[in-house]
């Protein structure tokens, strides 16, 4: 199977794991867990067994040394991530309510994330590659965007199936104002969309109906938490149910299910799936990140391939 090459941010994520309470005053404690949503996804897919590699940059410290490490035990191919002499690896603050639901505050200004140009964009990471995902943080400026256009052309110039998750995070963008615009652009690039329901709104509310999605892309897949799961297609739409499970950390359940998600789609013939082909990877996906909602953190939530091989759909398995 073609490896799934994912693009992006890897950073720590500094998780509100409890409060501590000392002289009359309530402390939050954080506890370091890898993270970075196309980073997640690459973990994902790792996790599960499967081909996976990841193209970003970490600053040269500690925390880039730990996130290193910890990809490279999740079976992701690493070789291509860039390490910049100055600037700072990405920092992340999850803040978590009582039902496992997620607020963040990113330490994120000029690290080595955003710094990334097209120069540093490794040839050979795109060598055979079945599929290119990436997610909106990319696209926060216009020199970031930049070098996610420039991958995408490297990944399209290989024939690879080009994966967008939206992942909106109106505080990394200026003035915290998304722009819709540039969102559109890409969102036209993409084969496969992955998008909250809150975030499907917000774009269709800024002018980019449900047909301009179809324009472009095989299919879009509308996540609602723990409500069914939409798959809009030019063929059609349906609709999954995902299991029912207990949150304990939202964190890394999106991506969880992007990367199973992707797994079950890579290297199929995409343009003769039939309804019941979209039910059963995004069935498969769903069990994928109903696994990691009920585990705490990012990367360690994942399932392992034992813990999913139930759902598969395909026959044999991919890993």
């Given at each position: 199977?073609?490896?799934i090459?994912?693009?992006?941010?890897?950073?720590?994520?500094?998780?509100?794991?409890?409060?501590?309470?000392?002289?009359?005053?309530?402390?939050?404690?954080?506890?370091?867990?890898?993270?970075?949503?196309p980073a997640?996804?690459?973990?994902?897919?790792?996790?599960?067994?499967?081909?996976?590699?990841?193209?970003?940059?970490?600053?040269d410290?500690r925390f880039?040394?730990?996130?290193?490490?910890?990809?490279k035990?999740?079976?992701?191919?690493m070789s291509?991530?860039?390490?910049?002499?100055?600037?700072h690896?990405?920092?992340?603050?999850v803040?978590?309510?009582?039902?496992g639901?997620?607020?963040?505050?990113?330490?994120?200004?000029?690290?080595?994330d955003?710094?990334?140009?097209?120069?540093?964009l490794?040839?050979a990471?795109?060598?055979?590659?079945?599929?290119?995902?990436?997610c909106?943080?990319?696209?926060?400026?216009?020199?970031i965007?930049?070098?996610?256009?420039?991958?995408?052309?490297?990944?399209r110039?290989?024939n690879?199936?080009?994966?967008?998750?939206?992942?909106?995070?109106?505080?990394l963008?200026?003035?915290?104002?998304?722009?819709p615009?540039?969102?559109q652009r890409?969102?036209?690039?993409?084969?496969?969309?992955?998008?909250?329901?809150?975030e499907?709104?917000?774009i269709?509310?800024?002018?980019?109906?449900v047909?301009?999605?179809?324009?472009?892309?095989?299919?879009?897949?509308?996540?609602?938490?723990?409500?069914?799961?939409?798959i809009?297609?030019?063929?059609?739409?349906?609709?999954?149910?995902?299991?029912?499970?207990?949150?304990?950390?939202?964190?890394?359940?999106?991506d969880?299910?992007?990367?199973?998600?992707?797994?079950?789609?890579?290297?199929?013939?995409l343009?003769?799936?039939?309804?019941s082909?979209?039910?059963?990877?995004?069935?498969?996906?769903?069990a994928?990140?109903?696994v990691?909602?009920?585990?705490?953190?990012?990367?360690?939530?994942?399932?392992?391939?034992?813990d999913v091989?139930?759902?598969w759909?395909?026959?044999?398995?991919?890993?």
């Amino acid at each position: 199977m073609k490896p799934i090459l994912c693009f992006g941010e890897l950073l720590i994520d500094f998780l509100n794991f409890n409060t501590a309470h000392e002289g009359g005053f309530a402390l939050p404690e954080f506890r370091q867990y890898p993270g970075g949503a196309p980073a997640n996804v690459a973990a994902a897919v790792g996790r599960l067994g499967a081909s996976a590699r990841f193209v970003g940059q970490v600053g040269d410290d500690r925390f880039g040394q730990f996130l290193t490490n910890a990809m490279k035990q999740l079976n992701v191919d690493m070789s291509y991530l860039g390490v910049h002499p100055t600037a700072h690896t990405p920092l992340a603050y999850v803040f978590l309510d009582d039902s496992g639901e997620r607020s963040f505050e990113f330490l994120r200004h000029n690290s080595a994330d955003v710094v990334m140009t097209p120069s540093d964009l490794p040839n050979a990471a795109f060598d055979g590659a079945g599929t290119f995902h990436f997610c909106s943080n990319t696209l926060t400026d216009e020199y970031i965007a930049e070098t996610t256009q420039a991958a995408i052309t490297k990944a399209r110039a290989q024939n690879a199936v080009i994966s967008f998750d939206v992942n909106l995070r109106h505080n990394l963008w200026p003035n915290r104002q998304v722009d819709p615009a540039m969102i559109q652009r890409f969102l036209r690039m993409a084969d496969i969309i992955k998008v909250s329901r809150e975030e499907a709104d917000w774009i269709e509310a800024n002018g980019f109906t449900v047909s301009d999605w179809l324009a472009t892309a095989r299919a879009v897949f509308v996540t609602d938490g723990a409500e069914a799961i939409e798959i809009l297609t030019p063929k059609g739409q349906f609709r999954v149910n995902p299991p029912k499970v207990k949150a304990v950390d939202t964190t890394a359940g999106g991506d969880a299910f992007t990367g199973g998600l992707l797994l079950a789609l890579n290297g199929r013939d995409l343009e003769a799936f039939k309804e019941s082909d979209w039910e059963a990877a995004t069935s498969f996906a769903a069990a994928c990140g109903a696994v990691a909602v009920s585990r705490p953190g990012a990367l360690p939530a994942l399932p392992e391939w034992a813990d999913v091989q139930e759902a598969w759909p395909f026959g044999e398995a991919p890993v």
